[in-house]
């Protein structure tokens, strides 16, 4: 099904003549409309005598004057007492509606307007414009029956193919219109829908093909200059404004590549930033030449990018990516969740999302998987070649790919190299999924090593410098570590702080609890690490036993590759441990044997 979609929507990306499927698409055109899911009948119509359930309400919005309302209304009333009842045949048949519109711009209403519209009617219009272009599409009039759920007379905008979840903008009904929309690429959808009672006079709607600029409303999206990569047309002007969808909340604006006519303030063709929806906001910079601007965050949840050409030197232009919302986010915090945008409920079509988790120096990320289903793998390729996760150790995707996910998988724990991981959700223009959950633990570097009768375990100060360190203890609160020089030391004998032998494997070993209190007021927030040391042959080890959610790590694994690799974060030689008892023993042996020469040699003499 999915290959199938996916055929579809190139079906949808050849030429289409004409703003109907009749005269003019050819054979193949028709076939491909005809296969849309919405449009293989775009006639409205009102089925006789079908049966339909009467436990519909009413809102204020949906009163109504008018012959229709009149006949209907006593129904209703009826339905609302219980049981089923009848629908009414309607008084309009044949009724054309939808259909695709190739040109570069034009209108489309609802049936009748600006009369009432019919009832039981659904229509589908698909909107496609050259490709590399968008559409921009607007409103003038709306009045639909209203519900607070939009279930009854409805219309639905999508930045693509209709009928994919998540490729839906929105759901809109009453009165209140639609806010202009830019799609993400060269096709969008509008599906009408009524039924069998309310009338109201339906929309009118205006369309035009947008090579440059728009309304950006979603989580996130790419914008590049006019002919991008070419060399960008002289006399251009370009505004794009960002903002105003649902997500909320600041926007990151990252430029992944960049050539403007340079010249001394910019003064010729150049890429100006505005902290607002207009020029009256202030301005974040004003950049031109080869140099890529810096990563720009506003301080609303409206940005505009201005983009100017003169009437001569051009240049490749520009690309960048916007984040907004819960599409993007720094994590600080030694623990923390995550999740797609819209989880557990399916996450938009088309989107780039960055999450950055950035620990003091010395600590790695380790991330657990608590949940995800994405698109699956490619049928043909058997890679994630859709929609995908992907994990970079550091900040940005030039670091080692530690790995790409899709479709729906139980996964191993994955631990970063360094104190920075980066999460990137990659999403297609369709089939979109119920997402992902992640919950992420910053491993604390230590280093554990073990003698026949003691632990010694150092942590590197600057890891924990917001903790006293009464916060660090081992087995038992009076067991606290100490600060050395650079380090929280804590030097223990077997026999004392909680320590106990068990057998493990037909092994013998001495087993602790090393505490890393992080609690703040009433929040509770301990980290646990088993320390563990096999007495025979002094080999130690420590494993994250509780961190961001105790139930969901059950599976522990062993950190000691990931301590002794941190291991260059502190000053090797003090968190150096000395094996105290072996030195004691050689001692001993060594003045044994120099006192036994003695004898030998005094006996000799005598």
């Known amino acids: 099904m999915e290959e199938h979609d996916r055929q579809l929507q190139k079906d949808a990306r050849a030429p289409v003549r004409g703003d109907l499927p009749a005269g003019g698409w050819g054979a193949r055109g028709q076939a491909a409309w005809q296969r849309w899911p919405c449009c293989a009948g775009f006639s409205g119509m009102l089925p006789a005598e079908q049966e339909t359930d009467g436990d519909a309400a009413s809102s204020p919005a949906g009163q109504a004057h008018g012959r229709g309302r009149a006949l209907l209304q006593p129904r209703r009333r009826a339905a609302r007492g219980g049981g089923r009842r009848r629908g009414i045949r309607g008084g309009m048949k044949g009724i054309k509606c939808g259909g695709v519109l190739s040109a570069p711009y034009g209108n489309f209403s609802s049936p009748n307007f600006p009369g009432r519209y019919p009832y039981e009617t659904e229509c589908t219009w698909l909107i496609v414009v050259a490709e590399g272009s968008s559409v921009l599409l607007s409103f003038s009039h709306f009045e639909l029956e209203y519900h607070a759920a939009c279930a009854y007379d409805y219309l639905q905008v999508y930045n693509g193919a209709a009928r994919d979840q998540g490729n839906l903008l929105g759901t809109f009904c009453g009165r209140s219109p639609p806010p202009p929309f830019s799609s993400a690429w060269h096709v969008m959808a509008v599906v009408f829908r009524s039924d069998r009672h309310v009338a109201k006079r339906g929309f009118a709607a205006a369309y035009r093909k947008d090579a440059c600029g728009g309304q950006l409303t979603g989580l996130s999206g790419e914008i590049t200059s006019p002919r991008y990569p070419?060399?960008?047309?002289?006399?251009?002007?370009?505004?794009?404004?960002?903002?105003?969808?649902?997500?909320?909340?600041?926007?990151?604006?990252?430029?992944?590549?960049?050539?403007?006519?340079?010249?001394?303030?910019?003064?010729?063709?150049?890429?100006?930033?505005?902290?607002?929806?207009?020029?009256?906001?202030?301005?974040?910079?004003?950049?031109?030449?080869?140099?890529?601007?810096?990563?720009?965050?506003?301080?609303?949840?409206?940005l505009l990018i201005l983009f100017k050409s003169d009437f001569n030197i051009g240049g490749r232009g520009f690309?960048?990516?916007?984040?907004?919302?819960?599409?993007?986010?720094?994590?600080?915090?030694?623990?923390?969740?995550?999740?797609?945008?819209?989880?557990?409920?399916?996450?938009?079509?088309?989107?780039?999302?960055?999450?950055?988790?950035?620990?003091?120096?010395?600590?790695?990320?380790?991330?657990?998987?608590?949940?995800?289903?994405?698109?699956?793998?490619?049928?043909?390729?058997?890679?994630?070649?859709?929609?995908?996760?992907?994990?970079?150790?550091?900040?940005?995707?030039?670091?080692?790919?530690?790995?790409?996910?899709?479709?729906?998988?139980?996964?191993?724990?994955?631990?970063?190299?360094?104190?920075?991981?980066?999460?990137?959700?990659?999403?297609?223009?369709?089939?979109?999924?119920?997402?992902?959950s992640i919950a992420y633990v910053g491993v604390v570097p230590m280093n554990v090593s073990?003698?026949?009768?003691?632990?010694?375990?150092?942590?590197?100060?600057?890891?924990?410098?917001?903790?006293?360190?009464?916060?660090?203890?081992?087995?038992?609160?009076?067991?606290?570590?100490?600060?050395?020089?650079?380090?929280?030391?804590?030097?223990?004998?077997?026999?004392?702080?909680?320590?106990?032998?068990?057998?493990?494997?037909?092994?013998?070993?001495?087993?602790?609890?090393?505490?890393?209190?992080?609690?703040a007021g009433d929040q509770e927030d301990i980290h646990q690490y088993e320390v563990q040391c096999e007495p025979k042959r002094k080999e130690a080890s420590v494993t994250l036993i509780a961190g961001p959610h105790p139930s969901r790590l059950s599976q522990a694994e062993n950190l000691v590759d990931a301590q002794q690799q941190e291991g260059g974060a502190t000053d090797a030689r003090e968190i150096k441990s000395q094996d105290t008892s072996d030195i004691v023993f050689i001692s001993v042996c060594i003045l044994a044997g120099l006192l036994m020469v003695i004898a030998v040699v005094g006996l000799v003499l005598l």
């Open 230 to 302: 070419e060399s960008y047309p002289n006399n251009a002007e370009c505004r794009w404004s960002i903002g105003g969808g649902s997500g909320g909340g600041p926007l990151t604006l990252v430029f992944t590549d960049f050539q403007v006519e340079g010249g001394q303030g910019c003064g010729f063709d150049y890429v100006a930033l505005f902290d607002g929806p207009t020029t009256a906001a202030p301005r974040l910079g004003r950049y031109c030449g080869s140099t890529r601007p810096p990563r720009i965050v506003s301080s609303t949840p409206h």
């Open 450 to 519: 073990c003698t026949r009768t003691d632990f010694h375990i150092q942590i590197p100060v600057q890891s924990l410098a917001q903790l006293e360190r009464n916060r660090i203890y081992l087995g038992t609160p009076s067991c606290a570590a100490q600060v050395v020089g650079r380090n929280f030391r804590i030097h223990t004998r077997f026999d004392t702080c909680g320590t106990e032998s068990q057998k493990r494997n037909n092994t013998s070993v001495i087993v602790s609890t090393l505490y890393i209190d992080f609690s």
């Open 319 to 436: 690309k960048a990516h916007f984040y907004s919302g819960e599409c993007q986010e720094v994590f600080t915090a030694v623990k923390g969740n995550l999740s797609s945008p819209r989880y557990p409920n399916f996450y938009p079509n088309n989107l780039k999302c960055q999450w950055s988790i950035q620990l003091p120096p010395g600590y790695r990320i380790k991330v657990f998987f608590l949940d995800m289903e994405l698109e699956g793998r490619s049928s043909l390729t058997g890679g994630c070649d859709y929609d995908h996760l992907a994990a970079f150790d550091g900040g940005t995707e030039n670091g080692s790919l530690l790995g790409r996910w899709c479709g729906r998988e139980s996964l191993a724990p994955v631990t970063s190299r360094s104190n920075q991981l980066l999460l990137v959700l990659h999403t297609d223009r369709n089939t979109a999924k119920r997402g992902f």
